[in-house]
């Protein structure tokens, strides 16, 4: 599969895109990972990057509840992450959630894993032994084609749900009390884009696992950040290397069979963000360098 890769791109494209179960992850990560990029970019915007990382452990505990319950992973998924969400949102205050309530929040959802884990492992007749690995590291190459068309459109949901309030919780991150002023609902605003944080940690956690989804969250994100100061722009540029990222990262897994996809989706991430800040320090360095060459011309007469 490699050789092939290596020896005729075209071919080796054409082939690796004409496979069912590639197709699937191409269509539910696509869709995944723009979501993830678009919400990152506030998350990141407003400080709460660790709100993400707690609804990350959330949805791990949410999977695995529903497991043990014997119904659908995917209520588990998105009734505990958009649940805790919320709650974070109205118990922070102002509309952002507090590190307080959010540390307290991570230690109790831990807690409730590793039970929930026990209960699944020790009282479950399905034998499904994989479900625990899947729910922590995602199993996109084994999406089937119906849940790749609802990952999609739940994606597609939460996209146009985040666009509709994205300028006013664009101008309530970047000034709360102005915003307050101008009479933006920043109380009303906050839980519900940590709602939203929730269902999107949900559907990441199909792509890349639970435990791995808050760096699709964060990363593409925070490189876009590092690229651009204009926030319209910086939005955008989050979600196009989110998915850049995804897609980069199925092409290494498919071409090297070996890599887990989602590690490599993750490497890929990592990797934009460590460009992203090698590109800000060369500017910086640049920037200062002129400011010294200019002020060391002399002054006109």
Sequence with gaps: MTVLLASNPVTGLANMLSQPFLQHALLAGTAIALLSGLVGYFVVLRGQVFAGDALSHVAYAGALAALAAGVDLRFGLFASTIAVGVVLGLLGGRGAADDVVIGTTFAWVLGLGVFFLALYTTHSSTGNGTANVNVLFGSIFGISSGSAVVAAVVAGVLIAALLVIARPLL????????????????????????????????????????????????????????????????????GALAVLAMWVGLGLAYAAPRLPPSFTIMACATAEYALAALVTVGRRRRERFRSRFVAALPAEG
């Design 171 to 238: 101008f309530a991150s970047l000034d709360p009390a102005v915003a307050a002023a101008a009479g933006v609902p920043a109380r009303l605003l906050g839980p519900l884009f940590l709602g939203i944080v929730g269902a999107t940690a949900a559907e990441a956690s199909q792509a890349v696992g639970a435990l791995l989804l808050f760096g699709l969250l964060a990363a593409p994100a925070a490189a876009a950040q590092r690229l651009t100061d204009r926030p319209w722009r910086a939005l955008v540029l989050a």
